[in-house]
Each structure stands twice: as structure tokens, then as C-alpha cells.
């Protein structure tokens, strides 16, 4: 135990590089503890800040130390192993203490509150009385009965989801059970049920299994690296059942769009337990209470996006990352931390596995494996009778285009629609023509804000900005000569669709971009029509790209592969044979036989054909040995130096002061690269910069930035621009 004397080192929320002094509320109340909750002055204000350490001395004088108002905890809201990833994370990317706990908390937590009761989701059998007592009490009333069956019937738990399709009123029913308490009303994580059966798995799911149960209780990463389809969640669920059976908690993290409904009941079916869901659609209640139940233990298993990654684990056993090549684990602006390397982070200190899964593992992870700091798990067979697909190029040189489509790829959608197959096509582009031109000058109209051009949306019969969100009507004359002979050029999904419903007009077509999901449920109702076979003809951005298992899907085309083959960032390449293999995992997942199809000016690319040979592992061993070439990531590592201003002069002139600073703390082994204008110099109004740090080796590295970052606050012009350090940048954006 401390002293009551001791000074408390609090983390606020702000741009302090540490945590600040304080002195111990006077009064009685709770002795100070690290992970605590504390509310203090700052300035004029009250905050709440976590106390993240206690210390005999502080660097001011200690009557000038402020003492805190209130501690808010008995017992610390964050463990010891929560707190310490929070500060190394802190520590690696430079970025305030503060700020890092503040956005691993949910916002009542944050602010000091506690969430408000429970949600009542899900209802469970009381075990206190005795069956026949149960039966005698719900004689009377068949409902009840019926319902009391069910919640039987789904192991003595019941969600809404298990209850929704009985007859009548069964909310009713449920009232009455409560009332007589033969239920008792708990959350939705609370609700465990009877597994249902999993299949048997093939002998390579079944080495993975064996391999990951034998590290349960101790430090280690797979790379998992399956093909689509080749079972890789059913190694996951049962790596998680030995788990379970140990006794142990699980955390899984899952892409942003993979987190759909479909999943997590699977994952709920399959295991039969406690789980708690933790993304930034829930209402803070719901998230709150979740990050409690797993921290308490009373959920078993969370599964949850890129933020969940600092959920409080009572029982931490095993973490797995799906799609850990997936961009969305990487936060892009604030606090921009990567979920899956704070992962791996969190895993080595909690002393537990770690499963990274992907049919297209990203080359950091590749990379690792083949340094052997990660065990290398391969499934390279499609679990259950589905086979792969066959890919070709389609050559679309001097081919007359419909809306973008090819004559051989016309042709060959008719032929798998008359099979009675569905069609997949891949457009990464929404709207209905990236460019509205005058005909007459020339002009194109563009966005005021960016240096971009405007989205022609025609339903909405609007111009947009997907850069900045600015819209407006669409212009009926050219603001440059006055012509009124404007036309589109070049096609989004939305012409797409059209063109579809013309080509096609005895199928039913789906569109799945960021337009027609905005609403909520939306998403769900278009999945449902595309598993229900109602839709035959899928079309979408890459939203579509993974997480969905259409098991008709037996043709898909990807328009316009072009793109990622000339791309301004060096992972251009990388992502587009990501996107490739993945949306072309979306053929033939059950008993059909796939076709692929991928549209291209550049049927000779040396990047797509070698993809398309020898696949995506000899494409990321020949993408390995350029980064190695250029000293670029994984075999290198660079840090991104970002500022922008109103104007374009303020963000180049911060980042040649900080260079100047830079230069004088580099050692050999360092370079700086800069500033150049972002790719997208202008957007939203800003005028943005950058300077990039690459160097060989993470060590010097991380030396450097703890002796250049102090000194950036500082510079002359630091308050003039806004700006912010990117460690390990996903984008050069
Ligand atoms: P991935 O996660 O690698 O894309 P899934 O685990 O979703 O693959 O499996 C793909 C499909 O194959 C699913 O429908 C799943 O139920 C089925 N499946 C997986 N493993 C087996 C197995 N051992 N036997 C039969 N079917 C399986
Ligand atoms: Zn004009
Ligand atoms: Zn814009």
C-alpha cells in the first residue's frame, strides 16, 4: 500500500506529453490506485483523468501541486495489464497518455459515470426453483409454457433473436415469468446457450487446432494463412472452444464490415457462451456495459472492431485477428494506433496466443513469418466439397464497353445467369460518373475545397465530393463557358446498375456501395436478397469484397483492376492483389465451380500475371524483395510527419523547421524525405504537407522520434498549422 502522501501521476485528456502531478484529495475516501478514476482541476476545469502511477517526487515544488477533487473508484476501473498497453502504446506512438486511455474508454466511463442499468435483451431460467414448481406455475397459461420450453429448449439462457419467432404474445408471456420469477431478465452477454455442432474438420484445420491449443498458456503468434473458404473461422471457433473449456476469456477482432449480424450469430451458435459485441455503431450504454462484463468476466468471449483491441480481458486466454491485412485496424487520424501490431503487443504481455487469420496475409505479417517470429499456419485446400475458382484476364484493348462491361464478360454473365447461377461484379467507384465534362471547353467540374473532381450522382441528380462530403445540384451549364453540353465521363456503380437493368432486365439486381446502405438495416436487407437467390445479379464496391459467404455466387468480374496497378502509394500493388483474391474468393464457395474474371488494359502486367500464376503467395515474396530493395515496410520503417493550414505556406514552412530540427538529431541509418504537398495537396480547405522519416531499423527509430517530438511543440510555427505524427503510415495520403 502507498502512502496517502504520495503524489498521483494522473493521465488527462489533452495534449500533455505525460501524465500530470497531483496531490491526493484531502478527506477520507478510497486510498489512490493505479487504473483509478480520478476527477481534478485543470485550469478553470474539472476533468476526469486515470491515475496511471504514484510517486514520492514530482518535478514542481510540491505546495505549487494541485491536490485532485474526488477519486471515482474503489477498485481501479483499468487492470494492470490494460493500463501498461495503454502506456506502451502512448510510449510507441507518441501520442498522449491522456488521449490514448480517454479513447480506449467508453464515454460514460470517460467521463466519470457508470452506465445506466442493463438493456434487457435476453432472459434466463431461474435455477433457485425446483422444475416441478416451475411447471405447476405456468399450467394455466400455454404461452408461458411454450415460452419457458424455448428458453429451455436454448440451454436455460434466451436472446430476443431465440424468442422472436413464437406465436402470439410472447413479450407478455415473459412479463408474467418475471413477475412469478421463474425468469430473470440479463443482458444479451449473458445469455449462454447449448453449442451447436461444428463440422469435422480436415486434417489441415485440424494441425492448426493442434498447433494453437498447444500454446493456450503461453506466448505465441500464428500467422494463419488459409485461402477463402478454407475454414479458417472454424479453426478460430474451435481454438476458442478449448479455450472456453479452460476456462479462459477470448478477444476477436474482426474488420469493420466483417462484423456483421451473420457473424456474430454464428459465433454465438457455434460456441454456446457469453459474448459481448463492441463496435461504434453500439449506444455508449451498450458498449460500456460490455467493456464491463468482459473486464468482470461475466462475458466470455468479445468480438468486436478495431477499438475492442482495449477491452479488459478478467481471464485473458487466447486473441485472434481476422482479415488481419485488413486497413480498418489501423486508426487514421487521432490516436493512430494499429490494432493488429498492438496485438501482437498485448498478446506477449498477457503471456497468451495470438491468431492472426487472412487468405492474403499483409507483407508485415508475411514477412514476420518468414523470420520465424511468427509459426506459420497454411490451409491451402477449400474446406468442405468447394473447390477454387478459375481466373482469366479479360483484355479490354479496343473492346466496345457498356457502362464498363466487355462483350466476353456480357456473354459470360448470360451464360451463369441461365445456370442459375449469381453473378458478382466488383466496381471500386460509386456514384454515376467520376467526371462531369463540358463538351464544348473542356472544362470538368470540381470540387471548391479539394483538389479532386466532383462525383456525378444522377438519382439524387447532385454533384458530390468524396473527399470532403461537399455536394451540390448538379450544374445544367458549364460554370467556365456557359455551354449547357455537359456529359459524364467514366462510370460508378450507379451506371452500372442501370446498364445492368438494361442488359438484363429478367434479373434482379443489387447494388451494395456506401449510397444504398447509408440507412440503417439497409446492408442486412440487400444481403438477405442476395442469400435468398431473389437477386441474381450482385454488384458493389469493396464493400463487397469479404465477410459474406454467397454460396451461389458463380461468376464474379472485377471491372476495373487498373486502378491499384498505378497507384501513388507503394501498397498499391499489395492492396489490389488483396482486393483481387479476396473478391475472388466470393466464387464458388459451395458446390459450384467458380469463374473469374478481371478486366484489364495491361493483360501483360508483370504484378497481374504473376498473381494469376503462381498466386498470392509468390506475388507477396516478389513484393517482399522490392520493399527490401527500397528499405520500405516491412523491411524498413518509416514515420509520417503531417501538418496543414488554411494556406499552403504555413504547413511546408512547420515541417522545413521541424526537419531543420530533425536533421540535427538524425544518426546514420535515418533519412528525412521532405516536405513534399501530400498527394491530395488541398482537401476540405486545407493545404496539406509532409515530411517522412524512414530508417532501417525500429530502435533508431523510436530513438529519434522520443528527441524530435518534444522539440516539434516548440517550433515557431507549431501553433500555427495542425499537425500530427503517423508511426508506421498505412497511407501516404
Ligand atoms: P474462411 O473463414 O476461411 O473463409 P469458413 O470457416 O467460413 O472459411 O468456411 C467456409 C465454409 O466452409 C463455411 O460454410 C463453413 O461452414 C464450411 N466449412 C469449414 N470447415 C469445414 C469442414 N471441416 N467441413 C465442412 N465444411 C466446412
Ligand atoms: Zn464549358
Ligand atoms: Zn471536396
Not at 518534444?710 to 503510415?729: E, H, I
Request: aromatic letters at 4%.
Amino acid at each position: 500500500m502507498s502512502k496517502p502522501s504520495s503524489i498521483l501521476q494522473v493521465a488527462v485528456p489533452g495534449p500533455f506529453s505525460g501524465p500530470l502531478d497531483y496531490l491526493p484529495p484531502s478527506g477520507d475516501g478510497p486510498g489512490p490506485l493505479a487504473g483509478a478514476r480520478v476527477r481534478v482541476p485543470l485550469g478553470s476545469r474539472r476533468e476526469v483523468g486515470v491515475i496511471t502511477g504514484l510517486s514520492e517526487s514530482s518535478d514542481h515544488p510540491r505546495k505549487r501541486l494541485r491536490p485532485a477533487i474526488e477519486i471515482l473508484d474503489q477498485r481501479p476501473l483499468l487492470d494492470a495489464p490494460t493500463l501498461g498497453l495503454a502506456q506502451w502504446a502512448a510510449r510507441y506512438y507518441h501520442h498522449p497518455i491522456g488521449e490514448v486511455l480517454a479513447g480506449c474508454l467508453p464515454t460514460s466511463l470517460r467521463r466519470g459515470q457508470w452506465p445506466s442499468a442493463p438493456s434487457v435483451s435476453a432472459w434466463r431460467i431461474n435455477d433457485d426453483i425446483p422444475e416441478e414448481q416451475c411447471a405447476r406455475q405456468v399450467q394455466r397459461s400455454p404461452r408461458q409454457a411454450q415460452v419457458l420450453a424455448r428458453v429451455t429448449a436454448c440451454g436455460g439462457a434466451a436472446t430476443i433473436g431465440d424468442l422472436q419467432d413464437l406465436d402470439g404474445d410472447w413479450r407478455g408471456a415473459i412479463r408474467h415469468l418475471v413477475d412469478k420469477a421463474l425468469l430473470e431478465p440479463i443482458s444479451e452477454f449473458e445469455a449462454a446457450t447449448y453449442p451447436t455442432e461444428a463440422p469435422e474438420l480436415n486434417d489441415e484445420q485440424h494441425a492448426a487446432v493442434t498447433a494453437i491449443c498447444a500454446a493456450l498458456d503461453k506466448h505465441a503468434v500464428f500467422l494463419l494463412d488459409g485461402i477463402t473458404g478454407s475454414g479458417k473461422t472454424e479453426v478460430y471457433l474451435a481454438a476458442l472452444q478449448a479455450t472456453l473449456r479452460a476456462g479462459r476469456q477470448a478477444l476477436v477482432l474482426v474488420p469493420e464490415i466483417g462484423l456483421t449480424p451473420q457473424l456474430v450469430q454464428r459465433f454465438r451458435q457455434r460456441l454456446g457462451t457469453r459474448l459481448a459485441v463492441m463496435h461504434s455503431g453500439l449506444s455508449d450504454g451498450d458498449r460500456a456495459r460490455a467493456w464491463l462484463a468482459a473486464r468482470d468476466g461475466t462475458a466470455d468471449v468479445v468480438i468486436g472492431t478495431r477499438s475492442a483491441l482495449f477491452t479488459p480481458l478478467a481471464r485473458p486466454g487466447l486473441l485472434i485477428v481476422d482479415e488481419e491485412h485488413d486497413l480498418s485496424f489501423k486508426q487514421q487520424d487521432g490516436f493512430r494506433y494499429h490494432a493488429r501490431d498492438l496485438a501482437v503487443v498485448r498478446a506477449h504481455q498477457l503471456g497468451v496466443p495470438l491468431v492472426l487469420g487472412s487468405a492474403t496475409p499483409s507483407l508485415e505479417s508475411r514477412h514476420n513469418a518468414q523470420q520465424r517470429r511468427y509459426r506459420h499456419l497454411q490451409l491451402n485446400r477449400r474446406a468442405g466439397t468447394a473447390k477454387p475458382p478459375a481466373v482469366h484476364l479479360l483484355d479490354l484493348r479496343g473492346q466496345p464497353l457498356q457502362a464498363g462491361l466487355s462483350p466476353e464478360l456480357i456473354r459470360q454473365m448470360h451464360r451463369h445467369l441461365n445456370d442459375d447461377g449469381q453473378v458478382l461484379l466488383f466496381l471500386n467507384r460509386r456514384g454515376y460518373a467520376p467526371v462531369l465534362l463540358c463538351h464544348d471547353c473542356g472544362g470538368i467540374a470540381e470540387c471548391s475545397r479539394c483538389d479532386a473532381r466532383l462525383t456525378y450522382h444522377r438519382a439524387a441528380s447532385r454533384l458530390r465530393c468524396h473527399h470532403c462530403g461537399y455536394e451540390r445540384p448538379v450544374d445544367t451549364r458549364c460554370g467556365d463557358c456557359g455551354s449547357t453540353t455537359l456529359q459524364s465521363v467514366g462510370q460508378g456503380t450507379e451506371q452500372l446498375e442501370s446498364m445492368l437493368q438494361t442488359l438484363f432486365p429478367e434479373h434482379a439486381v443489387s447494388r451494395i456501395d456506401r449510397d444504398t446502405t447509408r440507412r440503417q438495416g439497409a446492408m442486412e436487407a440487400l444481403l438477405d436478397d442476395a442469400h435468398s437467390g431473389r437477386s441474381r445479379i450482385l454488384l458493389g464496391t469493396q464493400m463487397l469484397a469479404k465477410g459474406h459467404d454467397l454460396p451461389d455466387v458463380s461468376l464474379v468480374g472485377i471491372l476495373d483492376c487498373d486502378q491499384g496497378l498505378f497507384g501513388a502509394d507503394f501498397r498499391a500493388t499489395e492492396r489490389m492483389a488483396q482486393l483481387i483474391v479476396q473478391v475472388s474468393g466470393r466464387a464458388g464457395r459451395a458446390e459450384r465451380a467458380g469463374e473469374v474474371l478481371l478486366q484489364t488494359h495491361h493483360p501483360e502486367h508483370p504484378l497481374l500475371v504473376r498473381l494469376l500464376r503462381d498466386g498470392y503467395r509468390a506475388f507477396a515474396d516478389d513484393a517482399l524483395k522490392e520493399r527490401q530493395l527500397m528499405g520500405l515496410p516491412p523491411c524498413g520503417h518509416l514515420a509520417l510527419l503531417r501538418a496543414e493550414a488554411p494556406t499552403a505556406g504555413p504547413p511546408r514552412a512547420f515541417l522545413e523547421q521541424a526537419r531543420g530540427l530533425g536533421v540535427g538529431l538524425a544518426g546514420p541509418g535515418l533519412s528525412l524525405l521532405g516536405p513534399v504537398p501530400a498527394p491530395m495537396e488541398r482537401r476540405a480547405g486545407r493545404f496539406r504537407a509532409q515530411l517522412l522519416v524512414q530508417c532501417g531499423d525500429r530502435p533508431t527509430m523510436q530513438r529519434f522520434l522520443f528527441r524530435l517530438r518534444p522539440g516539434l511543440a516548440d517550433l515557431p510555427l507549431a501553433r500555427k498549422v495542425r499537425w500530427s505524427l503517423d508511426v508506421d503510415p498505412q497511407d501516404m495520403l
